[in-house]
């Protein structure tokens, strides 16, 4: 483990400057994955500018309409606040499935979205990863890979992103607010994330040395009916095998909107839109809903041992968008 | 000068009654202290570097920059190590090279130690050995176990490979119903929560370890034998323990510690790492058994047939013997056992928790469950009508055997008598709901052992005896015993353990510790009373009496001597999503006398946790190509969550042998005897399908769907 400096942003201006200054530094939120690839030699930065204290801690009422979630606000202030709860539900539920409880008193919103993943060959130094040393080949796709990516990924790489959070706020259209020594910046949360390719070292779209300093969830009355379900290899505390964001508007038993994002199938949170196309303006069944995850899974590239998370996100779909249109019904 | 005796008057007994830990508040405040963090002073820290290729041999070892880097004081390897003896017998056999560090340029397995880096700090020896550059001439690998291995042959361990009787094809032909299944077990990892850790240090002429181990006096005698030092001149002590399993004996991080103290002539600590611990510390081996049952349209058994296959390293045979339960379980007139290992480039597996019958009572009280649907036969009624009168192998008669009893008290309790034996019938809404049951055994056996019991000139005792306690409450027990024998209140015991400076005592392992440890400070402090009853005066320095259990031992009545147990689970299952919930378990064992309900019902609870832990969840998964572990953490490495321990219910039924002289049969390993078996028979009972191979991940479960058996 190299040993390394640690300087406490003074603002947000300076803690770009701090960045920009020293290409072997990061940002270090909560700390809950940084510290561990520091660990494991993974990440081993010379300088690590804490932006924890930074005033972005609040969630606050967009000019829209929507919610401004500040980039330190953490997991567990974001669950418990009262506006996500009543408006953004899934989000709630999505958090709370994540980590742990004092791993959430500790990670925040910035530091959730760009966490890594966490496929063992990227945490094992001793051997190859097209994601941490590019072009030394990807040894899941012949090895253990039966929790890795079945959409949109690649022969040169196929780990998939841990967010629960995440996927959530890719249903719901979330848009990234950054800060560079250049000014500031916006990315929706749908072009945050790199597509895999053969460049799976480049995650995000983000600027070199950016600072998130916030999320923006633009207003969707849709969002009130939302539900986020994970599947684990464990009740608790542990990373996604298939997770399910959805939220649906049914009138006359006819699906008005629906929100679709499946998590732990891909490279990032996957936002389902082929399946949002079969849903909008269908009757709500479950004919329907299996058509849509039908619909968005055909893209499904599995390998040998991860086939079943096609059976299991067409059947987790088709379950949550149910259970959805039940309560509509009530 | 004071005059004590015991005194007359009647001491309520403290054995059978709850008694939180002695040491309990030291825990909670952070007053006790663990290996890790005893400071020392001028300490520098070791640090391993282990092996990144599968098989063949180190090139070489670049010390050069490493040792220039800052605080670095050696590197210790194959070329400049102090030399080990290792052709000696030990307590418990002949050593595995694991622990015999650096002494030649082979590689067994991935994560095989090849060089300890000493610096000032931590740090600085991890930055350092994260440096180190070692080569490597590489050779091809096998690390798959698989069942039919070419190259597995039947091997002892601590019993015999192979037991035979009757002719079984001849009673399987003649059986109306048959049962023939292959059932695996995934490597499992101790995955306690104290990582190992040691410090050595050379004070006037003896070399000191403080470690966390599970027998002080075991430890010093091999460290003894490795470094051709007399036991004199090895001090061990191991005050606390932060969990053991089986995995706390003499593993790399004394033994480098101790090089690296000779060589530098300073106190040196090593810490194992989580993911060191994966290939350092030992494992259950992954298992492939083989269940072969034939019986009567009743269900009585006329042909048992359980064979296991466990990997082993190259450098070590251990044997985990999974056939093993049959010998002690169930009679058929055509019996067959054995035990068979194949030699792969992995690490040496070791003792973990109920070693054998942990995944062997997976297989058989499985395949039980098997053969009581196909007779139309109560899954109890079945193992009652197959109660051998004696042992099936050994013939000897049964010290108490009390299985019965369980299974009756644990249906009562769990509300067996209403259960429906069809699959797939009940439903709370998108769970599917089942229940199972299993029988579960372990051996009571003992070790020889030595105590030393010292009444105080102020009135007090002081019990001191080389036993550990790695969690189990052994302290706490051993108070209460000495309290009763000495017919005073455990208040005026205080009991001293994990210093080999007590003399020779039983490791705690076999959960035969606190059998073993009761029966030498029961033998002491009798004596010591009986001295004590004569009103003798007692010198400021007290009065000392010491024990030695070898006679003792060795004059028992040859029996079949075991703790029983009857494991009953209610599971949850969604099969659109694979999800395997346990809803509740209930585990009824008879263990002999109960020293202290408080720590005996935590031990079995914890025993019973394991098995969810093991039917669900656990299952260290290795690269085929690297033969290297994938994701070796406890992130990773999956262990029951709270959320994933629902009500777990462990009780007790009375289980007196007269004949016995402790009467005490050892609760730490029978809690996971069944217990997985007990989760997969409900699963089969909630789904219709038979899940036989552990850990039932939703996956698997998913894939299997549900309805028909795919016996």
């Not at chain 1, 608790?236 to 049914?250: E, H, R």
């Not at chain 1, 994002?261 to 299996?290: I, M, N, Q, Y």
């Not at chain 2, 590197?75 to 595995?96: C, E, F, K, Q």
């Not at chain 2, 698997?700 to 016996?711: F, W, Y």
Request: glycine residues 10%; contains cysteine.
């Amino acid at each position: 483990m190299r040993e390394f400096d640690y300087r406490r942003a003074p603002d947000v201006t300076g803690a770009v400057a701090l960045l920009a200054a020293d290409p072997d530094a990061r940002f270090l939120g909560g700390g809950t994955n940084l510290v561990d690839l520091m660990k494991a030699g993974v990440e081993r930065p010379a300088l690590l500018v804490d932006v924890r204290e930074l005033p972005l801690d609040r969630i606050e009422p967009a000019d829209d309409g929507g919610l401004r979630i500040g980039a330190t606000v953490t997991n567990s202030d974001l669950a418990a606040h009262p506006e996500v709860r009543r408006r953004y539900p899934a989000l709630t539920q999505a958090v709370l499935a994540g980590a742990s409880g004092q791993l959430r008193n500790m990670a925040t919103v910035g530091g959730n979205l760009l966490q890594r993943t966490r496929c063992g060959y990227f945490t094992d130094v001793a051997g190859p990863c097209n994601k941490r040393v590019p072009g030394s080949g990807c040894p899941a796709v012949g090895g253990e890979h039966h929790n890795h990516a079945v959409l949109g990924a690649s022969d040169h790489c196929v780990a998939v992103h841990p967010s629960d959070m995440g996927v959530a706020l890719t249903a719901f259209d979330a848009v990234v607010s950054y800060e560079t020594v250049d000014g500031p910046g916006e990315l929706p949360l749908a072009d945050f994330y790199l597509p895999v390719g053969d460049t799976p070292h480049r995650e995000t779209a983000l600027p070199p040395g950016a600072l998130i300093t916030g999320v923006t969830l633009p207003p969707a009355p849709v969002a009130a009916h939302s539900r986020y379900r994970k599947v684990r290899e464990r009740a608790s505390y542990a990373f996604a095998i298939g997770s399910v964001a959805a939220a649906l508007d049914v009138r006359d038993g006819v699906v008005r909107e629906a929100r679709l994002a499946l998590g732990a199938v891909a490279s990032r949170p996957w936002r389902a839109r082929a399946a949002e196309a079969v849903l909008t303006g269908a009757p709500a069944s479950g004919d329907t809903f299996a058509a849509a995850a039908d619909a968005e899974l055909a893209a499904a590239r599995p390998l040998p041992d991860n086939g079943y998370k096609v059976t299991l996100m067409r059947n987790l779909v088709v379950a949550v968008l149910t259970e959805l249109a039940e309560e509509a019904a009530r | 000068m004071t005059t004590a005796t015991t005194g007359r008057t009647t001491v309520k007994g403290a054995v059978g009654t709850a008694h939180t830990r002695v040491e309990g508040r030291d825990k909670v405040t952070g007053a006790a202290r663990y290996a890790g963090e005893i400071p020392f002073a001028d300490l520098a820290h070791g640090w391993l570097v282990l092996s990144t290729v599968a098989r063949g041999r180190i090139r070489s070892v670049e010390t050069g920059p490493v040792l220039d880097m800052p605080g670095v004081l050696t590197v210790l390897h194959h070329g400049n190590a102090p030399r080990l003896t290792t052709d000696y017998v030990g307590m418990l056999g002949i050593p595995d090279p694991t622990a015999a560090l650096f002494q030649h340029d082979r590689v067994p397995h991935v994560g095989w130690p090849v060089a300890l880096v000493v610096a000032e700090t931590p740090e600085q020896a991890r930055e350092a050995a994260e440096a180190l550059v070692v080569t490597y001439e590489r050779e091809p690998h096998d690390t798959a176990l698989v069942a039919a291995h070419p190259d597995a042959y039947a091997a002892d361990g601590h019993m015999p490979a192979v037991t035979e009787k009757g002719d079984l094809e001849a009673e399987l032909a003649a059986s109306a119903h048959v049962v023939d299944a292959e059932y695996t077990t995934p490597e499992e990892h101790h995955s306690m929560m104290e990582p190992h850790a040691a410090t050595a240090r050379w004070d006037g002429g003896r070399l000191e370890i403080v470690d966390s181990n599970q027998g002080a006096s075991w430890v010093q005698s091999e460290l003894a034998k490795l470094f051709s030092l007399d036991e004199s001149a090895v001090r061990v002590r191991s005050e606390h323990v932060g969990g053991g399993f089986g995995s706390k004996g003499v593993r790399a991080h004394q033994v480098s510690a101790a090089m690296a103290a000779t060589t530098l002539q300073r106190p040196v600590r090593v810490v194992l790492t989580r993911r060191q611990m994966f290939s350092l510390t030992g494992y259950r081996s992954p298992t492939v058994q083989r269940v072969r049952l034939g019986a009567d349209p009743d269900g009585r058994l006329r042909a048992l047939e359980h064979r296991s296959l466990n990997q082993t390293s190259t450098v070590y045979e251990f044997v985990e013997p999974s056939a093993g339960v049959a010998r002690v379980m169930y009679d058929a007139d055509a019996h067959r056992t054995a035990n068979h290992v194949v030699r792969l480039d992995v690490p040496s597996p070791t003792w973990m928790r109920a070693p054998g019958e942990a995944p062997g009572s997976f297989a058989l009280e499985a395949a039980l469950d098997e053969l009581a649907e196909r007779c139309g036969v109560d899954p109890i009624d079945l193992r009652l009508r197959n109660e051998p009168e004696t042992g099936p192998v050994s013939g000897l008669p049964f010290a108490g055997r009390n299985l019965a009893a369980c299974f009756r008290e644990g249906a009562r309790r769990f509300g067996w008598a209403d259960r429906d034996p069809r699959p797939g019938l009940r439903r709370d809404g998108r769970w599917l709901l089942g229940t199972g049951t299993a029988a579960a055994s372990f051996f009571a056996g003992a070790g020889p052992s030595t105590a030393l019991v010292t009444a105080e000139a102020d009135g007090g005792f002081t019990v001191r005896i080389a036993a550990a306690d790695i969690g189990t409450g052994a302290r706490t027990a051993l108070t209460l015993v000495a309290a009763d024998a000495l017919e005073v209140t455990p208040e005026r015991v205080r009991v001293r353990i994990g210093d080999s400076d007590f003399g020779p005592a039983m490791i705690a392992g076999g959960s035969m510790g606190t059998r073993s440890w009761a029966w030498a400070v029961t033998a002491a402090a009798r004596e010591l009373r009986e001295r004590l009853a004569l009103g003798t005066d007692i010198p400021p320095e007290g009065i000392t009496v010491r024990s030695d259990t070898t006679e003792a031992l060795g004059a028992l009545a040859q029996k079949e001597r075991h703790s029983y147990g009857a494991q009953f689970a209610e599971v949850a299952v969604d099969t659109a999503t694979g999800e395997v919930r346990v809803r509740r378990m209930l585990g009824i064992f008879a263990a002999g006398t109960i020293v202290n309900p408080l720590t005996a019902r935590n031990q079995l609870v914890g025993g019973m946790t394991w098995g969810i832990s093991m039917a669900l969840h656990e299952e260290a998964v290795r690269d085929r190509n690297t033969g290297g572990h994938y994701g070796p953490d406890l992130a990773g490495y999956h262990v029951a969550t709270h959320a994933d321990v629902p009500l777990v219910e462990a009780d007790w039924v009375e289980d007196h042998d007269p004949d016995d002289p402790v009467g005490i049969k050892g609760v730490g390993e029978i809690g996971i005897v069944g217990a997985a078996a007990a989760i997969a028979n409900a699963v089969w009972h909630a789904t219709g399908v038979r899940h036989r191979s552990l850990p039932i991940r939703p996956d698997r479960v998913l894939s299997a769907g549900t309805g028909a058996s795919r016996a």
